[in-house]
């Protein structure tokens, strides 16, 4: 599997943002699920509307460490999901094919193929894939300020070193860092 990068800056998430809510509702919503909850594709596409309707608070237990995480929808992404799932049973899967039944998700393959769409669309030209989403909250958390040992328990890691590499804190990120710096 090829390395991504998280998505960097508010204007491009938006843009991203937009032409995925071009393509469909679904695409916009595993969009933010992913970038506001963090969570790994394989996480994500099995949620159901019961898991996220009227919630306060979503429950994974992650698929590739078998840890577990309960994480607080914020206040956008809970209007989001409201509006989305208004509509919807409970029993239906949050991320189902746009024809057809709703009583299966959407592959990881399909919706790499959907991101690489809008990236092509908006001509961004960084590795992209649907990691990336959960890389983009941990370098938006780092960027506005986050601890990075704050960070490192949010995306459930085990190490802080692995963390900054993951959400890519550059050399460029360090050095700026440093130059603001004023003891």
Known sequence: MNSVEPIRGKNTI??????????????YVLFLTGIYLGRR???ILPLKVKDVKDREYVYFR??????EAYLKINKKLKKVFKDYCADMDG???????LKGSRDRHITRQQYWNILNRAAS????????????????????LYSSGVDITMIMLVLNQDDVNYT???IGVTADEINNALERLSL
Do not use: M, W
């Open 121 to 140: 669309q908006i001509g961004y030209r960084d590795k992209i894939g649907c990691h990336s989403l959960r890389k983009t909250l941990g370098h938006e």
């Open 62 to 67: 992650e698929s590739k460490k078998n840890k």
């Open 91 to 97: 029993e239906d899967y949050l991320f189902a094919p």
């Open 14 to 27: 938006n843009k991203f943002a937009q032409v995925l809510r071009s393509y469909s509702e679904r695409d």
């Open 164 to 166: 900054k590499r993951y």
């Open 41 to 43: 594709i394989s996480d």
